[in-house]
């Protein structure tokens, strides 16, 4: 990877954590049930420098229909470690995981480099795309966080989120967002129940999707579910190969 580049995702990353104090989304993240969202934590040019990379794996988007739950495009981590260099720099940057960690409390570390949701773009680009209702349930040996950075939004599509389900006694709340360009969320994949209401005909919201754990091994058992799960509604078979991907 070309150090240039390098050095350039993690000077933005620098610029966007300055803007945003630690302490304050501590608090945010912690009142809101393990959930944070920030808007506008990019600007525009590094969106576009990352749609720069998006749009030479788009042609290979795997698409996936679970009747009810799900149906969408997906690119897997195999193919952005191939195609999309500052993409994952700003997966692997240092700096933001450290960020992340003081605002989880926890150590957070990279997913094993054989997840194909390490780091991945969801397309919701047809009519009817969306997801079901669903937590990012930890297969691991620890927990699971998601950080969620809206790429493009020209959608009627929403993110509905409902806060604190998993804490007795404590009401729940929802929530209704947009995914704009440059919108950063994140939280405990097992606390944050979520969906995304269907897009209509002519509608583009892309998303992309990076995710950390505080403990990367997992069981066979559940790691054999897991592969199943991911090459039926997201990635298609190459990703059960632990391969790049084919046009779909
Ligand atoms: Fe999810």
Redesign the pocket.
């Known amino acids: 990877m070309h150090t240039e580049l390098l050095d350039s995702v993690s000077e933005e990353v620098n610029q966007a954590i300055a803007r945003f104090p630690q302490e304050t989304i501590t608090k945010i993240y912690q009142d809101q049930g393990e959930f944070f969202s920030i808007e506008q934590f990019f600007p525009q040019e590094v969106i576009d420098q990352f749609m720069a990379e998006v749009e030479i794996v788009r042609p290979k988007l795997n698409r996936n229909y679970i009747p009810t739950h799900k149906k969408g495009g997906s690119v897997s981590h195999y193919l952005l470690r191939e195609s999309a260099p500052s993409i994952l720099a700003f997966y692997h940057s240092p700096a933001f995981i450290a960020w992340l960690s003081h605002i989880a409390g926890v150590p957070l570390l990279l997913c094993p480099d054989d997840d194909p949701h390490a780091c991945a773009l969801y397309f919701y680009t047809e009519a009817g795309d969306h997801?079901g209702w669903?937590?990012?349930t930890s297969y691991y040996n620890g927990e699971r966080y998601?950080v969620?950075l809206g790429l493009v939004d020209r959608s009627t599509s929403r993110l509905e989120c409902r806060l604190h389900t998993k804490e007795p006694g404590r009401e729940v709340k929802e929530l209704s967002l947009t995914t704009d360009p440059g919108l950063l969320i994140f939280f405990n994949?097992d606390k944050?129940h979520?969906a995304?209401t269907p897009s209509a005909e002519g509608e583009e919201r892309i998303v992309l999707?990076l995710e950390y754990v505080t403990d990367p091994t997992m069981s066979r058992g559940k790691r054999w579910f897991s592969n199943l799960k991911d090459a039926f509604s997201y990635f298609g078979l190459p990703a059960l190969l632990r391969q790049p991907g084919m046009k779909a």
């Open positions: 997801i669903h937590y990012d998601t969620l994949g944050l979520h995304v999707t």
